[in-house]
């Protein structure tokens, strides 16, 4: 493995051809899917902001919507590109052979893996920015730090793209999916900061959730939302940088020792 | 070694403890068609996928238009077509928007790409369809779609896995036809297939391959005519007679072998072996030229594989 990391040369600007094909693609299904990116976010934000933030006082001087809002941005952006970067790659490597037919072209496997890669970022990009449109009229982005926000949806973006097409470069069949999604994808929904804050939880919760790279997400973007800008922002930030490199290279390699046979 | 526009020298390739090539060299000249013949797992598509590298080498040598497969890999793939065993064109996408799509992983501009996408639609009469979803299209259209969207970047070279198993005679019989008319305009091509009568309808040479070597190559004809003879003989005999025509075939100096109730007879002079064997008058025979399927039996033997 190690010295197959080393092996691996950089991707072309070619990526940008898988990236368009997949827009392509997606131009035929993206109503159904604005509505499954947006819907449940923005239920869990009426639900939960309003319908039990009535009941709540305030968190951590805001009220429950405020609170709330910044976390739910992040989550979007993860679930979006998680299932793009989980089922849509899944689709695409094993099933359509897409793969196969873009790696006779000019396009090395690097290309493709990076355009992929790139395409799951923008699907939580786009999941994200609609977000922050609904976010806008109801008075939730005080600060004008927040036109920050779509930089840390890209990362996010980058991140759970990375992270999920290692999971789909693992996986031998669509129901695999299930594993990432039951067993991190939604606990780290949970127990990132997102609903509450983990101040009175025991500290190994508090220990478990230092690892999971959504509650850096949910801490970057509640900073800019509310202006509490400082430099201490950047450890998060490289937090999230840094696993991104690290699982875009295994993802990388795991779909190489897949498909190039 | 004669110069070709693909040379290959000691390719091997392994997977694990299986090897699926072992050290085969062969050039393939500029503007020829050539067939790799042989029985399922003999390493035929291991060996082109190689050659579009999309399979990396395990061992050898290869050049296509001189440059090394190991080092230009995207060069190379920029001037071969391909048309995969299975076919993969792009679901999502109609007809006309696979070949665009396609255009781009070549850098051919879009102006240029549509003109080229309808020229390729109407040579491979496609142009009512092209509006069509992948899932629309019958199993020879989409085989026709898979030959133009390799066609789409105008390739030096293409490169044909089986193109035409599973199809009825008249889309074989079509894409046969275009094939040739590439052939003309001077694009090399390289084919496996299954069907003898098709290598011989397209191939100026075939490589003959079995457990992952090239067991023959050359010319269909002179192959045939080397190894095999002009003409066969088959005989068909029952139980009861086998033994005597058996026994009077061991004392003539004629070449045959058997296959289950069927004796073939290798020969250049047909009619006096039918003289001889006037004898039998209840013998069941037919009297033929003999065929690349011959020689592919001949060699390659007539036990199943797999």
């Given at each position: 493995?190690y ?75 993860m ?47 786009i ?65 990132s ?56 290279c ?12 | ?46 060996t ?16 296509v ?66 509006d ?22 105008r ?43 098709e290598?011989?309808?397209l ?42 025509i058996?026994?009077f ?16 007879l ?29 020689l ?11």
């Amino acid at each position: 493995m190690y010295r197959e990391l080393l092996a691996l040369s950089w991707p072309s600007w070619r990526a940008y051809r898988v990236w368009q094909r997949n827009l392509d693609s997606y131009r035929r299904y993206y109503w159904a899917s604005l509505v499954g990116n947006l819907g449940e976010p923005f239920l869990y934000l009426l639900a939960m902001g309003y319908g039990l933030g009535s009941y709540i006082g305030e968190i951590e001087g805001m009220s429950y919507l405020q609170y709330l809002a910044p976390g739910l941005l992040v989550s979007s952006a993860m679930f979006a590109a998680t299932f793009e970067g989980t089922y849509g790659t899944y689709l695409r490597m094993a099933h359509l052979k897409t793969y196969e037919a873009i790696l006779a072209t000019p396009l090395t496997l690097q290309d493709v893996v990076l355009g992929d890669l790139l395409w799951a970022t923008t699907k939580g990009l786009i999941s994200g920015l609609i977000m922050l449109l609904v976010l806008l009229p109801f008075g939730l982005l005080p600060s004008p730090w927040a036109l920050l926000l779509p930089l840390v949806l890209i990362v996010v973006g980058l991140l759970f793209s990375a992270l999920a097409m290692v999971v789909a470069a693992l996986s031998p069949n669509w129901e695999f999916f299930n594993y990432y999604l039951t067993l991190f994808i939604s606990p780290m929904f949970f127990f990132s900061g997102v609903f509450f804050p983990l101040t009175n939880f025991p500290s190994w919760v508090k220990g478990v959730s230092a690892f999971l790279p959504l509650t850096y997400a949910v801490a970057l973007s509640r900073a800019l939302t509310m202006g509490e800008v400082s430099v201490s922002l950047l450890a998060p930030l490289l937090w999230m940088l840094l696993p991104t490199l690290l699982f875009g290279c295994i993802s990388l390699s795991l779909i190489r020792r897949r498909i190039i046979k | 070694m004669g110069k070709g526009i693909i040379q290959a020298r000691d390719l091997v390739k392994r997977f694990g403890e299986l090897t699926a090539v072992d050290g085969i060299s062969f050039v393939v000249r500029e503007g020829e068609c050539l067939g790799f013949l042989g029985p399922n797992g003999a390493g035929k598509t291991t060996t082109i996928r190689m050659i579009y590298a999309i399979s990396p080498l395990t061992a050898g040598e290869l050049y296509v238009a001189d440059y090394d497969i190991r080092h230009h890999p995207r060069k190379i793939k920029g001037m071969i077509g391909v048309v995969p065993q299975e076919n993969n064109l792009d679901p999502d996408l109609t007809v006309l928007e696979n070949l665009l799509v396609y255009a781009r992983y070549f850098e051919i501009h879009k102006q240029e790409a549509v003109r080229r996408a309808f020229e390729l639609l109407d040579f491979l009469e496609l142009r009512e369809k092209k509006d069509r979803l992948i899932e629309e299209l019958s199993a020879g259209m989409k085989r026709r779609l898979i030959i133009a969207r390799a066609l789409i970047q105008r390739p030096r070279i293409l490169i044909l896995d089986e193109p035409t198993t599973g199809l009825d005679p008249q889309a074989r019989h079509l894409i046969w036809q275009r094939l040739r008319s590439l052939k003309r305009e001077g694009v090399t091509q390289i084919l496996t297939t299954h069907y003898m009568e098709e290598a011989t309808q397209l191939c100026d040479r075939v490589a003959i391959m079995d457990q992952g070597m090239i067991l023959r190559l050359g010319s269909p004809q002179e192959l045939v005519a080397a190894e095999v003879g002009e003409e066969v003989i088959e005989l068909q005999v029952g139980e009861d007679e086998e033994a005597r025509i058996k026994g009077f075939l061991e004392g003539s100096p004629f070449i045959w072998e058997q296959a289950g109730d069927t004796l073939y007879l290798y020969c250049s002079n047909g009619r006096e072996v039918l003289a001889s064997l006037a004898r039998y008058p209840h013998l069941r025979l037919v009297h033929r030229p003999a065929t690349l399927e011959d020689l592919f039996l001949k060699l390659t033997g007539r036990r199943l594989r797999e």
